[in-house]
């Protein structure tokens, strides 16, 4: 004789009962549009959402911005990869759930499941369950996830092309603020600033070739205008918000205090430098993503004058008498 696990009707009704006198007691903090999670940044990681949602003022339901953050970072770190945001989410969602059912098991020691009714019910808000945690695959998607370890491995392969995109707006950053009126000097474009990489950089070794650069921009130029800002913001002992963000050591309860500063340099790079070089579209689809607010300007890098005089021979465009 085999016994009916389905679920009696009775059971159900009692249960969406306390559902919903649990949702009276705790009206619902979430923030965002009608999207579901799922929609905005499971199937396909949409930034703009994500960034409007984490900019909103308060808080959202449990681990909600926490999530997104890292997914964001996630994303900054390489545009291009659509499985390092999913790959985030997950590990700072099976971090906040464990955080939780600590909580609970610490609560009740000697009645664990009495603290995970705890945790569903008071600790944790039910968006999280039914916008997150369900629709990612549950403890399945969790248990075939990645290691901190191995994530912050992969954060580590991006490393490098970042830098690579960074480098080339630090020297449209240069141009747009020094090398003016353009009839003299032109604008700034990745044709005349990959080449000269290497030799601005003289005092990093092994950096790429002209090709590699334009691919590695190519890759991480939905992301640049974010990359650049946040090397710009120093944190502690000389490490950036973008060392943080590549070692997979920023978290939205550490940093989201700066969340605004960030976006506002981003707002700045985009409109005040990559609008002004050649290409227009990178500009334009980072203004897409950022809320219309005011932007924080912010110094180019202190370059030399061997690196300067480098920049400014690849962008002049007139020759002296004696070069004709």
């Given at each position: 004789?085999t016994?009916?696990?389905?679920?009696?009707?009775?059971?159900v009704?009692?249960?969406?009962?306390?559902?919903?006198?649990?949702s009276?007691?705790?009206?619902?903090?979430r923030?965002?549009?009608?999207?579901?999670?799922?929609?905005?940044?499971?199937?396909?990681?949409?930034?703009?959402?994500?960034?409007?949602?984490?900019?909103?003022?308060?808080?959202?339901?449990?681990?909600?911005?926490?999530?997104?953050?890292?997914?964001?970072?996630?994303?900054?770190?390489?545009?291009s990869?659509?499985?390092?945001?999913?790959?985030?989410?997950?590990l700072?969602?099976?971090?906040?759930?464990?955080?939780?059912?600590?909580?609970?098991?610490?609560?009740?020691?000697?009645?664990?499941?009495?603290?995970?009714?705890?945790?569903?019910?008071?600790?944790?808000?039910?968006?999280?369950?039914?916008?997150?945690?369900?629709?990612?695959?549950?403890?399945?998607?969790?248990?075939?996830?990645?290691?901190?370890?191995g994530?912050?491995?992969?954060?580590?392969?991006?490393?490098?092309?970042?830098?690579?995109?960074?480098?080339?707006?630090?020297i449209?950053?240069?141009?747009?603020?020094?090398?003016?009126?353009?009839?003299?000097?032109?604008k700034?474009?990745?044709?005349?600033?990959?080449?000269?990489?290497?030799?601005?950089?003289?005092?990093?070794?092994?950096?790429?070739?002209?090709?590699?650069?334009?691919?590695?921009?190519?890759?991480?130029?939905?992301?640049?205008?974010?990359?650049?800002?946040?090397k710009?913001?120093?944190?502690?002992?000389?490490q950036?918000?973008?060392?943080?963000?590549?070692?997979?050591?920023?978290?939205?309860?550490?940093?989201?205090?700066?969340?605004?500063?960030?976006?506002?340099?981003?707002?700045?790079?985009?409109?005040?430098?990559?609008?002004?070089?050649?290409?227009?579209?990178?500009?334009q689809?980072?203004?897409?993503?950022?809320?219309?607010f005011?932007?924080?300007?912010?110094?180019?890098?202190?370059f030399?004058d061997?690196?300067?005089g480098?920049?400014?021979?690849?962008?002049?465009r007139?020759?002296?008498?004696?070069?004709?």
């Amino acid at each position: 004789m085999t016994m009916d696990s389905r679920p009696k009707p009775d059971l159900v009704e009692a249960w969406q009962g306390i559902q919903a006198r649990l949702s009276e007691m705790r009206p619902s903090r979430r923030q965002g549009t009608s999207r579901s999670f799922a929609e905005y940044a499971w199937d396909t990681f949409d930034p703009r959402e994500v960034v409007t949602i984490l900019a909103a003022p308060g808080d959202s339901y449990f681990a909600h911005k926490d999530i997104l953050y890292e997914g964001f970072c996630a994303w900054v770190a390489d545009p291009s990869d659509v499985t390092l945001p999913k790959r985030a989410m997950v590990l700072r969602t099976a971090l906040h759930l464990d955080a939780a059912e600590k909580a609970g098991r610490d609560l009740y020691r000697g009645a664990g499941r009495l603290g995970d009714v705890l945790i569903r019910t008071h600790l944790v808000d039910p968006e999280f369950f039914e916008e997150i945690y369900y629709p990612i695959g549950g403890i399945l998607r969790i248990a075939k996830s990645l290691s901190r370890a191995g994530y912050r491995s992969k954060l580590a392969e991006c490393a490098k092309s970042t830098d690579c995109a960074v480098k080339i707006v630090e020297i449209y950053h240069y141009h747009v603020d020094n090398l003016l009126p353009q009839e003299i000097y032109g604008k700034p474009s990745l044709n005349s600033a990959a080449p000269i990489l290497e030799s601005v950089y003289i005092y990093e070794p092994e950096l790429p070739g002209e090709r590699s650069v334009k691919e590695y921009w190519r890759r991480k130029k939905d992301a640049a205008a974010f990359a650049y800002a946040a090397k710009s913001i120093e944190l502690i002992e000389g490490q950036t918000l973008l060392d943080a963000i590549l070692s997979g050591k920023t978290t939205w309860r550490y940093h989201e205090r700066i969340f605004m500063q960030w976006l506002s340099r981003a707002r700045y790079v985009a409109l005040e430098i990559l609008s002004k070089c050649a290409e227009t579209q990178t500009s334009q689809d980072a203004l897409g993503i950022l809320p219309d607010f005011t932007c924080k300007s912010f110094s180019p890098p202190a370059f030399d004058d061997v690196q300067k005089g480098v920049i400014v021979e690849k962008f002049s465009r007139k020759k002296t008498k004696a070069q004709t």
